[in-house]
């Protein structure tokens, strides 16, 4: 395996956005370039204008930016490469590699059923192959393919894998519509475009022998070719939309960080030693395809949401800041100090899978509360009216609103009152938070400021006044 001049490709069709099983394909490839130094090309094979979108292209370019896999050459596009094909066509029929057929659809349906009938492969059989007939309407080039032997290949994963040329078919290389056939099309770009390792899915396996002799046919060197194993969701099944979002740009609606997502595309049939996480570097520097294995790999959501809340709580707490912040925006903050944000992503990230949970936890930060109904039934009784009357007052002259400012003032109430921090604790934290479960008290003060923490607490103190009073 010569892995002095690599260069690999992604070639996705823009009939839908980027899933999974592309995401890590192409992952593969940038990671296998960037390892050998090599390049990576970006194609989008546009050929079918019924299903294309430049709208799909437009989120495809977006899912590839947001992962981080960027490339050295393209975006190509398919559909802006119609002379070089032509090119391509014209070689191989005046060399006699191809010929036109003017067999129509119907004749062609005709001939397989008497061949099915007589238990042969219902494959074209070859009647305008030595006619050498000329260009005509309805139709079609095709390759004259050899009608003895065999194409070998070795996979770079599953190993040799040989076909007899009699299974195989004179493939059309150009539709009578004159549009051109997706393995004929491969063929032309990966070879004028250098492309020196073809890593895809082992969808394409059959693909591969059928475009082995298109290489041969037009004199082009053959690529190496790996092809990787399917992906299965948690209950062994092809993922799909029932395992979790398939799309890679809904995980990013779901708050999951892309680096997140590399590092579990990257164990998805690829393994090094147990090493279940790996900076970007270390996945550059590590990946080899002798590491990936043949059996299809496990896309686990809930070890992804795991893996996540890891990266979350290693993050910066300033970038953090900038990744919730859309977030929160979606749940109606807007106009948000920075800091206090940068304050309560420190305070909630511990527990949070996504960064929409991230959101969700730091709310109550940044819009008026209600009180949970057991909450308030429980904790905020007139008992403690007294207790929460001194707090108020306290922190209305108190100089440090610091954490350790915060303690000392406690320190003083609890011994002034003879209680512990439990009992004034859970009360003050449903009057701060409207819930029972929240960050540190101490810290959930400092973040909201002397101003907030005031306006609560006084409107509490009302509050059960009130209900004391009915």
């Not at 809904?250 to 164990?267: I, K, S």
């Not at 029972?436 to 909201?448: A, N, Q, W, Y």
Request: hydrophobic share 40%; charged share 30%; aromatic share 8%.
């Amino acid at each position: 395996m010569n892995t002095e001049n690599v260069v690999t490709r992604f070639p996705p069709s823009p009939t839908g956005t980027l899933h999974i099983g592309g995401a890590r394909t192409a992952l593969f490839n940038w990671l296998f370039a960037r390892h050998h130094k090599g390049r990576f090309i970006l194609r989008i094979e546009d050929t079918d204008r019924a299903r294309s979108t430049r709208e799909d292209t437009e989120v495809i370019v977006e899912s590839m930016k947001w992962l981080g896999l960027d490339w050295d050459e393209g975006p190509y596009f398919q559909s802006q490469r119609t002379e070089i094909y032509t090119e391509c066509i014209e070689k191989l029929l005046s060399t006699g590699k191809a010929y036109y057929c003017h067999c129509s659809a119907e004749e062609l349906d005709v001939r397989r059923e008497k061949a099915k009938d007589k238990g042969l492969k219902p494959k074209y059989d070859g009647k305008c192959r030595d006619l050498n007939l000329g260009k005509a309407p309805g139709a079609v080039v095709r390759l004259k393919s050899p009608l003895t032997g065999t194409i070998t290949f070795m996979d770079l994963v599953k190993g040799v894998i040989s076909v007899d040329s009699e299974q195989m078919d004179d493939l059309i290389l150009q539709r009578s519509d004159g549009t051109f056939t997706y393995n004929f099309a491969v063929v032309v770009d990966d070879s004028k475009m250098g492309v020196t390792y073809v890593i895809r899915g082992d969808d394409h396996v059959n693909n591969t022998p059928r475009q082995i002799l298109i290489y041969q046919a037009l004199g082009e060197p053959i690529p190496h070719y790996a092809h990787l194993p399917m992906i299965l969701g948690s209950d062994k099944t092809p993922l799909s939309k029932r395992h979790g979002a398939t799309s890679v740009l809904a995980y990013r609606e779901m708050g999951v960080l892309p680096h997140a997502l590399v590092n579990a595309l990257a164990r998805l049939g690829w393994s090094h030693g147990d090493q279940e996480e790996f900076s970007k570097q270390e996945l550059i520097d590590l990946f080899s395809l002798t590491h990936v294995g043949k059996s299809a790999g496990i896309f686990n959501m809930e070890k992804l949401l795991d893996l996540n809340g890891k990266y979350i709580r290693a993050e910066d707490d300033a970038r953090l800041a900038d990744l919730v912040l859309p977030f929160l925006a979606d749940l109606g903050c807007s106009g948000l100090n920075k800091e206090q944000v940068k304050g309560a992503v420190r305070t909630v990230k511990q527990r949070a899978k996504t960064l929409v949970e991230m959101a969700q936890g730091a709310l109550f930060y940044f819009k008026e509360i209600t009180y949970d109904k057991d909450a308030d039934e429980k904790f905020l009784r007139p008992e403690l009216l007294e207790i929460l009357e001194d707090l108020l007052a306290d922190l209305k002259t108190v100089s440090d609103f610091s954490q350790k400012g915060l303690e000392r003032v406690f320190s003083a109430l609890l011994e002034k009152h003879q209680i512990k921090l439990g009992k004034v604790a859970q009360p003050l934290r449903v009057v701060l938070t409207g819930k029972t479960v929240s960050p540190g008290i101490f810290e959930v003060m400092e973040v909201l400021g002397r101003e907030t923490v005031i306006k609560r607490l006084s409107h509490a103190i009302s509050y059960t006044r009130a209900k004391k009073g009915e």
